[in-house]
């Protein structure tokens, strides 16, 4: 079986109706390839002294109120849409508001929008009162004509499908070497960067390109129809044919590290169950990846 197919087949198992409603959300990233985060402000306050006298239920409701990042269900499954959903979970950018902020799935950040994909190995920034990473469109995928909606979720993963002009699935799984697109239908692979692209070479696997861009990263892309992507001006790459299949990039660490991310190509994650077994102060954890 294809591993399109078997991607569709078993995201729809995905879907876990047993949380809480989504009451509210912080953003992740801005748009801007900056964030930074804002150093607590300090208040002096006597001793004894009440830090409100205005009714509680007031001031919670005030807040309540004043919160504008509410679930935007239209890009929700119908089957979602109408069961409780995670709250507070580390996808929910995808789903708040306009659904066009970045979610840390680490080691990448995605953003999931219409017509494209955006992957980012984000940079570090920090002084000595923050840490903080960086954002940057380091590889977009080209959806044209197609929308996403979130159609599946558990501990550890969510998953995108476009529909229109392109059918594809995205699993955005944590701690996944790869970021994965599958293209359900024949589709031509057009990929861009932010920066300049400086050296693109086959890989020694089939279906693999070694990019290097000229932030001094370098890149693994690996299409599983084979297909060798070439270059087409300066901040992008094309697919010559139109292919079917996954489409898996991942960054590069050292030159050593492409043998065993060819051997993890054809493998891909597309969620896990999380049990947890606890015996007195100590706990143990498990994921079985699908």
């Known amino acids: 079986m294809p591993l399109s197919d078997r991607i569709r087949k078993l995201a729809?198992?995905?879907a876990s109706p047993h949380k809480a409603h989504v009451s509210g959300s912080s953003?992740?990233?801005?748009?801007?390839t900056e964030c930074a985060v804002q150093p607590?402000?300090?208040?002096?306050?006597a001793l004894g002294e009440a830090w409100s006298a205005s009714d509680p239920r007031t001031v919670m409701g005030e807040r309540v109120g004043a919160n504008s990042y509410k679930v935007n269900t239209e890009l929700l499954d119908a089957r979602l849409a109408t069961t409780p959903i995670p709250t507070n979970t580390w996808w929910q950018n995808l789903i708040v508001e306009c659904g066009d902020q970045p979610i840390v799935m680490g080691p990448y950040m995605v953003k999931?929008?219409?017509?494209?994909?955006?992957?980012c190995a984000p940079t570090e920034m920090h002084s000595n009162t923050f840490v903080a990473s960086a954002w940057h469109d380091d590889w977009r995928m080209d959806m044209a004509g197609?929308?996403?909606r979130v159609v599946a979720y558990d501990s550890v993963s969510v998953t995108?499908?476009?529909?229109g002009s392109s059918l594809a699935t995205v699993p955005l799984v944590k701690g996944a070497v790869f970021a994965t697109i599958v293209l359900d239908t024949q589709t031509v692979v057009r990929l861009s960067t932010i920066h300049?692209?400086?050296?693109?070479?086959?890989?020694?696997?089939?279906?693999s390109t070694i990019v290097q861009l000229n932030n001094g990263s370098t890149w693994l892309i690996w299409c599983e129809s084979n297909v060798v992507l070439r270059q087409c001006g300066m901040s992008g790459l094309e697919s010559p044919i139109p292919m079917q299949g996954a489409v898996r990039l991942a960054l590069v660490a050292t030159p050593s590290a492409i043998p065993a991310l060819l051997s993890a190509s054809t493998a891909i994650p597309i969620g896990g169950d999380v049990s947890i077994n606890a015996t007195n102060d100590s706990a143990e954890f498990a994921i079985a990846w699908k």
């Open 12 to 14: 729809q198992k995905f």
């Open 27 to 32: 953003r992740v990233g801005s748009e801007e």
């Open 40 to 45: 607590a402000s300090k208040t002096r306050m």
């Open 112 to 119: 999931s929008l219409n017509e494209s994909v955006v992957v």
């Open 146 to 148: 197609s929308t996403r």
């Open 160 to 163: 995108v499908r476009y529909e």
């Open 196 to 207: 300049a692209i400086i050296g693109v070479d086959a890989g020694d696997a089939p279906g």
